[in-house]
């Protein structure tokens, strides 16, 4: 199976030139690296087989003939998108290093993927109540929302989505969502998130998407007036290793997403925004110039230039900071409060987040003409989508970049610390904005933080107490949010359809990073990981591998790490300098989801085991220096 189970963003890091005598536990010789080697992402295929790749080309008309060119040399082309400067291919380390050598190739850098961030009175706190009482519904905008399609006959609409698409990547184990079962589709249709591929276990995977435009756009939305534009550009996911345990899930393939934010900004109707509720690598200021936003800020720019906004989550990591392509700076990151206008716990936050809006227990539509109860900030992001349709269709004549300056200085401010310097984002206010209410005075937020000292680690089993045999891989778990230091915000035991008939709510537990500060040792975490054998959770430290995969580079991209029994063998594993490098960068990776600060080291030491060129003395240490 040829599937890269990628749910991070990542950035082109220059080769390190490390070098030494190669020792008898990494027979491996150094390989040389050519000069064109460099427009190779590193790392890319560096443990062998092969990889699904975006080239990039130096112009459209190049598509054609590098792809020919590709096919003669055995490289797979999957994708050629009419009129762009891309391609996505399937090849080894050492084909598409032959491939970068044609000089109308600019570079070659993995097809990242991205997963859906984790998902009544939120209206009134906006003060949306007061802007729909007084004629403010969005009407004559549209709000598209990139996403998991749509449950196209809900209530919740009615008739108003004017525009559909999919743009769905395929590969081994990846199976397309569009209802044609190519890549692509246009038109009616196009984004039924009720199709056979939708459902897994009788579980509706879709259902993210109708759940996101009831928000921005359904009859209990913030705009109930406002057209939507509906576009899929999820995958199925038939993989374990890939969804963490779980038998299907969804991820978006860059390749698609490119393709879907070039429709949409292509489309002759007014749009106030796209929404993204989706996203990756985390990133702790603006990504503009790295390889990820250098590729993302031209779209959401060129969408800008047409009056849309691009509005995105922020992400539910309780980090600070936002994750791609979030962090672009001309997109709106949008974090998540709850309905006492308190930051939710697993917001992300910061300077890099420009508006919070509710994100907790928001009730939306869900395929089956049924309404769920979610929370996360994929819930956070539509809320604004709409208010930018309301501003739209309310001041058609005003640039959006206007509009969203006004929503960010008519927001209540939320003023709280990062890292011991202090922060002001709004809080989404529609009263303010659009009615003339007077804004809302400042409120101080005490969110969790992250402890800062280093306490002795928890309680435990010994380290000579950890057992010794390998286990089975655990079976399939429902991730749950990991303890923290705050109260647990409850969720009401039923919603209510569009019917007035009782539902049992959707259960959707955030998951989010800890907040303890202690660090355990790697035999400490492989006794937590073994089947119940730890104090945690296994729910939770399923939930931390899933961060982990989000934020590293190496898993489980190249060191698979994505269930407990892996990760397992992989804390247990000292026979050669990579194993000892891995165990060390898991167990750095463990203490950082359950609480502690920084990623620095952990960056630095995964170039070093991303290079093709590290020899075993740069690998220990790399190793030891990430302790």
Same mark, same amino acid.
């Given at each position: 199976m040829r599937l890269r189970?990628?749910?991070?963003?990542?950035?082109?890091?220059?080769?390190?030139?490390?070098?030494?005598p190669a020792y008898a536990e990494d027979p491996t010789p150094t390989p040389s690296v050519s000069p064109s080697e460099t427009k190779v992402e590193e790392g890319l295929g560096?443990?062998?087989?092969?990889?699904?790749?975006?080239?990039?080309?130096?112009?459209?008309?190049q598509n054609a003939p590098v792809a020919?060119?590709?096919?003669? +040399?055995?490289?797979?082309?999957? $994708?050629? !998108?009419?009129? /762009?400067?891309?391609?996505?291919?399937? *090849?080894? &380390?050492?084909?598409?290093?032959?491939?970068?050598?044609?000089?109308?190739v600019t570079s070659i850098h993995r097809d990242r993927t991205y997963s859906p961030v984790d998902v009544g009175p939120n209206l009134k706190l906006i003060g949306a109540d007061q802007a729909q009482a007084k004629g403010y519904t969005g009407a004559?905008?549209?709000?598209?929302?990139?996403?998991?399609?749509?449950?196209?006959?809900?209530?919740?609409?009615?008739?108003?989505?004017?525009?559909?698409?999919?743009?769905?990547?395929? +590969?081994?184990?990846?199976?397309? $969502?569009? !209802?044609?079962? /190519?890549?692509?589709?246009?038109?009616? *249709?196009? &984004?039924?998130?009720?199709?056979?591929?939708?459902?897994?276990?009788g579980v509706n995977l879709c259902e993210h998407g109708s759940h996101v435009a009831g928000i921005a756009a359904g009859t209990g939305g913030v705009a109930p007036g406002a057209n939507i534009v509906a576009v899929q550009v999820f995958s199925?996911?038939?993989?374990?290793?890939?969804?963490?345990?779980?038998?299907?899930?969804?991820?978006?393939?860059?390749?698609?997403l490119r393709q879907a934010m070039d429709y949409v900004t292509a489309l002759n109707q007014p749009i106030a925004a796209v929404n993204l509720s989706l996203g990756g690598e985390l990133s702790e200021t603006d990504c503009d110039t790295s390889e990820e936003g250098a590729i993302f800020k031209p779209k959401i720019d060129?969408?800008?230039?047409?009056?849309?906004?691009?509005?995105?989550?922020?992400?539910?990591?309780?980090?600070?900071?936002?994750?791609?392509?979030?962090?672009?700076?001309?997109?709106?990151?949008?974090?998540?409060?709850?309905?006492?206008?308190?930051?939710?716990?697993?917001?992300?936050?910061?300077?890099?987040?420009?508006?919070?809006?509710?994100?907790?227990?928001?009730?939306?539509?869900?395929?089956?003409?049924?309404?769920?109860?979610?929370?996360?900030?994929?819930?956070?992001?539509?809320?604004?989508?709409?208010?930018?349709?309301?501003m739209k269709a309310a001041s058609p004549g005003t640039p959006m970049t206007d509009l969203i300056n006004k929503l960010k200085s008519t927001g209540r401010p939320y003023v709280y610390d990062v890292n011991g310097t202090q922060v002001t984002t709004p809080r989404l206010d529609l009263a303010a904005a659009l009615t003339g209410a007077a804004p809302q005075p400042s409120v101080s937020q005490s969110p969790p933080t992250m402890p800062t000292d280093d306490p002795d680690p928890e309680p435990g089993p010994s380290d000579s107490s950890g057992p010794t045999p390998e286990p089975?891989?655990?079976?399939?778990?429902?991730?749950?949010?990991?303890?923290?230091?705050?109260?647990?915000?409850?969720?009401?035991?039923?919603?209510?359809?569009?019917?007035?008939?009782?539902?049992?709510?959707?259960?959707?537990?955030?998951?989010?990073?800890?907040?303890?500060a202690a660090k355990l040792t790697a035999?400490?975490?492989?006794?937590?990981?073994?089947?119940?054998?730890?104090?945690?959770?296994?729910?939770?430290?399923?939930?931390?591998?899933?961060?982990?995969?989000?934020?590293?580079?190496?898993?489980p991209e190249v060191t698979k790490a994505s269930s407990l029994g892996k990760a397992y063998r992989v804390l247990k594993n000292t026979k050669t300098s990579k194993a000892k490098l891995d165990r060390a960068l898991l167990t750095a990776w463990l203490n950082w989801a359950h609480g502690t600060n920084g990623t620095t080291k952990l960056t630095a030491a995964e170039k070093v085991r991303l290079s093709g060129k590290s020899s075993a003395t740069a690998l220990r240490k790399a190793a030891k220096n990430v302790k």
């Open positions: 189970p990628l749910i991070v963003s990542t950035i082109v890091l220059a080769l390190l030139p490390l070098s030494g560096v443990d062998g087989g092969a990889v699904r790749a975006i080239v990039e080309l130096t112009d459209p008309a020919a060119q590709a096919t003669t +040399e055995s490289v797979d082309v999957l $994708l050629q !998108p009419p009129s /762009q400067p891309f391609m996505v291919v399937e *090849g080894t &380390a050492e084909e598409l290093a032959r491939l970068s050598e044609d000089p109308r004559g905008q549209a709000v598209a929302v990139l996403d998991t399609g749509i449950d196209e006959d809900h209530p919740w609409f009615q008739n108003r989505i004017v525009a559909e698409a999919c743009f769905s990547a395929v +590969e081994d184990g990846v199976q397309s $969502l569009c !209802p044609n079962g /190519q890549t692509s589709q246009i038109g009616t *249709g196009a &984004a039924n998130a009720t199709t056979a591929k939708c459902l897994a276990d199925r996911v038939d993989d374990e290793d890939a969804c963490f345990g779980e038998s299907a899930c969804l991820l978006a393939y860059e390749s698609s060129a969408l800008l230039a047409k009056g849309i906004a691009t509005v995105v989550a922020a992400g539910n990591e309780y980090f600070e900071g936002a994750s791609y392509p979030a962090c672009v700076s001309s997109a709106v990151a949008v974090g998540a409060n709850d309905n006492n206008d308190v930051i939710a716990p697993f917001s992300n936050r910061g300077a890099t987040v420009d508006l919070f809006a509710p994100g907790v227990d928001v009730e939306s539509s869900v395929p089956d003409n049924r309404t769920a109860v979610f929370s996360g900030t994929s819930m956070a992001s539509p809320h604004v989508a709409g208010a930018l349709a309301l089975e891989d655990p079976g399939d778990q429902t991730p749950e949010q990991p303890s923290t230091s705050s109260t647990p915000v409850p969720l009401p035991t039923v919603t209510v359809t569009v019917t007035v008939t009782p539902t049992p709510k959707t259960t959707a537990q955030v998951c989010t990073r800890g907040t303890a035999a400490k975490w492989a006794v937590e990981i073994h089947r119940s054998s730890g104090t945690i959770p296994d729910a939770t430290l399923t939930c931390y591998l899933k961060l982990i995969g989000k934020s590293s580079k190496v898993f």
